[in-house]
């Protein structure tokens, strides 16, 4: 609790009238939590449906049912032609080779952005923004021809080595104006202490945008988790598919489907991502406790 | 410092370049490999569920072990990612060797230069091929993609509902379009609409081209243009009104829902409807949906007699061989073995349809479970009374049945008259085709 | 500083201790110009060139010069998307925005059990693109859905949200503003590198809570704000995923989901008309260029940057 809400709430308390300083807290509280009921509901509903026979659950949808039962995770677990632990390996691989990718070149591209001066700096930069605004549609059949052409296709180095290259300019756009928000003070002092530029970066930098690169760690690792195209296109060979596309592998548009199994293993493959988010959360905690300026 | 970027621009001209040169020639795409050993490796692909990945995949570690100098990978994922992907790797040069091929997408490969003449694939026998069921994979001289399994157009009926309403399950060997409605009309009522009568035709461009083969036209005609006029286009969307109008289907917006929800969220499939239109392979997995026994019927006509109702043998599915694949022999005896092989046979049964080959066929019906059977039963039984193969669609055709649903919506929302509706939807349709 | 104005000291003014350092830029920079030069600009090109060509995927492209760019004038199902798209992005994005920036205020101020919050309002973005939301959508809004349940015990009479054209869409901007967790966690994240000793000496000064958040905490977030918009509207125009797996790839009912680059998918891979869809997808590059620079000039008016 902030010091004013202690504050008002022991005033509140000595006096024992019911002001809105003390109920405010509740107020907060009741609405928060109906939002995130109703936030959830969708959530709620596939937890439950992944509980109950698969063909079941658009006969009789609702969520308040009995006779909950984890069949379809038992079954679905081993339903493709590998175990579903396969495919969450394959998706972790891909995920922390792009994470790594990320964090590194964005950090530094960012950084020369932000920071240093160089010729053409504004040309890049208005290029790097015209790298997020062009649809991934039209540039991926080019793309995969060249990879084809360097015979990556079928391995994870179409999904990696991008990212160890910056191309998710959202991040290296997002780092920037993180960077921004640093005053340019302490790198000056550390400049004055003889710091040169890479040490500012380690240094000062760095550890001041733990907030941004947090964002970046868990961005990345959902939306690459979650990457269904990209991954569709270029794992080619059944042993190396990732989450995503195994997840629609239960389904077929056409006859029958495994809804059961579908969502008991999207459940199970939302468990990482969510962990990852939980544990990533107190990264974003962190903050500038004090000006840094001794 | 000035070299380096000029350097970097050269080296992505030339690696453009070199990708744009990859696309119209024969640069060295993997389609499949093979070693000094002779042994040869083939990627298959197919669209489907879990439980036709396990089938094929049991077919082909049967065959691997058959032929140990062959390894096939397969390549399989769902419905929409999967033309996605194909078009990728066509475009690439690196195209699967064999490859499930659709009727909506079978002429834009074919045409265009893509598939495999299997007629003149060494290797593939379609002798034992019921007659019919060639057609449709057929045309310019060469056969492109060949039938995997037979379906036709159906109206299947929940005989619980049609207990509840206390209404008979016709003749469909006599009924006409208007006795459908007038029964789908007394199914809504006698059950105070908790139950309606039927889903809605015009979902499918299928329901056109019976509707088009009954009144002696056809959706399209053999040399790719479309064959049904304006006349009788607007008397389909007609019918689509008076069906309304009669409540005999849903509302608007429950029909528009339901072009597309998944099969499993179907009205049909949740027990809200009495009789839906479907593809007679899909009976398995409608039953599985609403858990009851389900019954086909053919397609009502216009005269009263089934013989004239304008059903033909589809393929709801085919094989399809690339044109660029280093192993056409190969390729072509594993399409044999899927097609004409008994034992592939029983595993596959009836999954992706009725076995066109009749001896796989005959081999295959006394093992089939009840619901597969009543469909293979049901192809049975219109065999005698057929209309000429119907023609697949021409290149910029496969569209279609996305393009009369968005019309099929306005009529019923009444947002266009059936006649307005029906020259903007040919128009439409006329400018996609190439 | 503004960020226009910072732009405009690039220009060859020097600020005051600031030299360049060509090497030590071009060095921080090495790998994004790699990826840029190897990965992206390549690709970028290609689909450039192949806007001016009728490419089908399958044979080698035709050159047809402008063709496709004046085919783009009479296309009316184009012009409808551009309707739709528009429309999504004018409503969808500042709703979003305002709700993920409320929460995330309400967040920060220390509630009781805020991690355990953040986390559940993060949940919904997680499930923004997977197979599985089309079928919870439906399971919201559709003609017996939840929505409609909710609404027959008040005894509204519910419709087909997701099914009559006039709706479909807002159904649409919901999801989006239902996925607010993107925008929320930055905005937390910008909200947590604000020195508290700013706010200590206003509390000092006797500032309330409503003058704090005016004065302190807003032009202090205005960079992560504008960071927020600008992306935001971004991806609010090339929004493909909810569009596509809500409406089963077709833009319906009746194309009133048929955002542009749903369409442009449609025509590149669903028509064969590759040549055609490139040059969509570089129009929407243009649209977006000109917004995004538009949010660039009006910045230096509300955006104000620490350095």
């Not at chain 2, 990728?88 to 045409?111: C, F, G, S, W």
């Not at chain 2, 023609?391 to 099929?408: D, L, N, S, W």
């Not at chain 3, 405009?8 to 110009?33: C, E, H, I, M, V």
């Not at chain 3, 090339?238 to 449609?266: E, H, K, N, R």
Request: hydrophobic letters at 45%; aromatic letters at 12%; proline letters at 4%.
């Amino acid at each position: 609790m902030t010091t004013e809400t202690l504050r008002t709430t022991v005033a509140a308390r000595r006096t024992g009238v019911v002001t809105w300083a003390r109920v405010r807290p509740l107020v907060i509280h009741v609405v928060l939590a109906a939002s995130a009921l109703v936030m959830l509901y969708p959530v709620i509903w596939m937890v439950v449906s992944s509980l109950r026979p698969g063909n079941e659950i658009f006969r009789d949808p609702g969520i308040l049912v009995k006779d909950l039962r984890i069949d379809n995770y038992r079954v679905g677990w081993n339903a493709l032609t590998e175990p579903f632990t396969r495919y969450l390996l394959n998706s972790a691989l891909v995920v922390l080779g792009s994470i790594v990718g990320n964090l590194v070149s964005c950090s530094m591209a960012a950084y020369a952005f932000a920071r240093l001066e160089f010729t053409a700096k504004k040309f890049w930069f208005a290029i790097m923004l015209l790298s997020i605004m062009l649809p991934i549609h039209v540039v991926i059949v080019p793309q995969y021809i060249l990879f084809s052409n360097l015979g990556w296709i079928n391995t994870v180095l179409p999904l990696v080595v991008p990212k160890l290259l910056a191309t998710d300019a959202f991040f290296v756009f997002l780092m920037v104006q993180f960077i921004r928000g640093i005053p340019r003070e302490l790198d000056e002092a550390a400049r004055i202490d003889g710091c040169g530029k890479a040490s500012i970066f380690l240094r000062i930098i760095l550890p001041l945008m733990v907030p941004a690169l947090a964002t970046t760690t868990i961005f990345t690792f959902i939306w690459t988790w979650n990457d269904f195209f990209s991954q569709l296109i270029y794992l080619t060979d059944p042993h190396m598919y990732t989450v995503p596309v195994a997840l629609r592998g239960f389904v077929d548009s056409t006859s029958s489907s495994s809804w059961g199994s579908m969502f008991a293993m999207s459940v199970v493959s939302l468990v990482p991502v969510f962990l990852a988010f939980l544990l990533g959360q107190r990264f974003l905690i962190k903050g500038i406790a004090t000006t840094g300026i001794k | 410092m000035r070299h380096i970027p000029r350097a970097l621009t050269a080296l992505a001209l030339a690696t453009t370049l070199l990708a744009a040169s990859a696309c119209g020639g024969d640069s060295g795409g993997p389609g499949g490999s093979s070693d000094a050993g002779g042994k040869v490796t083939l990627r298959f692909t197919w669209w489907g569920s879990d439980t036709r990945t396990k089938l094929t995949q049991q077919v082909i570690d049967a065959y691997q072990k058959d032929h140990p100098n062959v390894t096939i990978k397969g390549e399989f994922g769902e419905w929409s990612g999967y033309w996605d992907k194909l078009a990728t790797t066509v475009a690439a040069n690196d195209a699967p060797d064999i490859i499930q091929m659709d009727e909506k997408y079978l002429r834009e490969y074919a045409d265009r230069g893509a598939l495999l003449d299997l007629k003149k694939a060494q290797g593939l026998d379609t002798g034992k091929f019921e007659p019919d069921t060639l057609g449709a994979g057929e045309f310019d001289g060469g056969l492109y993609g060949l039938n995997a399994g037979i379906n036709s157009f159906a109206v299947v009926v929940n005989p619980a509902a049609f207990k509840t309403a206390g209404v008979a399950i016709p003749d469909d060997t006599t009924w006409t379009w208007d006795d459908f409605s007038r029964i789908a009309a007394e199914i809504t009522t006698k059950t105070g609409g908790k139950i309606t009568g039927t889903g809605a035709l015009g979902t499918n461009e299928a329901g056109l081209n019976l509707w088009a083969r009954q009144n002696g036209e056809s959706l399209w005609t053999k040399d790719g243009k479309l064959g049904v006029s304006p006349e009788k286009t607007t008397d389909f969307f007609k019918y689509v009104l008076k069906l309304r109008d009669a409540k005999a289907i849903p509302s608007a917006e429950a029909i528009s829902q339901d072009m597309n929800a998944s099969l499993d969220q179907s009205a049909f499939a949740t027990g809200k409807l009495a009789m839906s239109f479907i593809w007679s392979n899909q009976l398995v997995a409608f039953s599985k949906a609403t858990g009851q026994q389900l019954k086909l019927l053919r397609i009502p006509s216009a005269d009263g007699k089934a013989a004239d109702n304008g059903s033909y043998y589809k393929g709801s599915m085919f094989w399809s061989i690339s044109s660029r694949s280093k192993h056409q022999k190969e390729a072509a005896e594993f399409v044999n073995y899927l097609a004409n092989n008994t034992a592939a046979g029983d595993v596959l049964l009836a999954e992706r349809g009725v076995p066109p080959n009749t001896e796989v066929r005959a081999s295959v019906t006394p093992k089939l479970q009840p619901a597969d059977a009543a469909s293979a039963k049901f192809i049975q039984d219109i065999g005698k009374d057929l209309g000429d193969p119907s023609p697949a669609p021409p290149v910029g055709g496969g569209q279609v049945e996305k393009i009369i649903q968005r019309y099929t919506t306005e009529v019923l929302f009444g947002r266009q008259a059936p006649d307005a509706a029906a020259k903007a939807f040919l128009d439409e349709v006329n400018g996609e085709l190439k | 500083m503004s960020a226009l104005g910072e732009l405009g000291s690039l220009r060859g003014k020097k600020t005051a201790g600031q030299k360049k350092d060509n090497l030590a830029g071009y060095l921080f920079l090495a790998p994004w110009l790699l990826g840029l030069f190897l990965i992206t600009i390549g690709p970028m090109l290609a689909s450039l060139y192949l806007s001016f060509t009728d490419y089908n995927l399958i044979q080698a492209p035709k050159w047809i010069g402008l063709e496709n760019f004046t085919r783009m004038l009479s296309d009316e199902r184009l012009h409808n998307s551009l309707r739709v798209t528009f429309t999504y992005v004018f409503v969808s994005v500042p709703l979003q925005l305002a709700i993920a920036l409320l929460l995330a205020v309400v967040l920060d101020r220390g509630v009781r059990g805020m991690a355990f919050y953040r986390s559940v309002f993060y949940l919904p973005s997680l499930l923004g693109s997977s197979v599985a939301i089309a079928i919870l959508w439906r399971q919201v809004f559709g003609t017996t859905g939840l929505l409609n349940q909710v609404l027959d015990v008040f005894g509204i009479e519910g419709k087909g949200w997701i099914s009559d054209p006039s709706t479909a869409l807002g159904t649409l901007v919901v999801l989006n503003v239902w996925t607010f967790g993107s925008p929320m966690v930055i905005f937390l994240a910008g909200l947590r590198q604000i020195p508290t000793m700013y706010y200590e000496a206003a509390s000092v000064d006797g500032a309330g809570v409503l003058r704090r958040f005016f004065s302190i905490t807003l032009p202090l977030l205005t960079p992560i704000i504008f960071f927020n918009l600008v992306l935001q509207i971004i991806h609010a125009f090339q929004s493909f995923t909810q569009a596509f797996v809500v409406s089963g790839g077709s833009g319906g009912p009746s194309d009133s989901t048929m955002f542009f680059t749903l369409y442009l998918y449609d025509r590149g891979f669903g028509n064969f008309d590759m040549g055609y869809a490139s040059a969509m997808a570089w129009f929407l590059l243009v649209i977006i260029g000109i917004f995004t620079a538009a949010n660039f000039l009006l910045s230096k008016y509300w955006v104000f940057y620490d350095d």
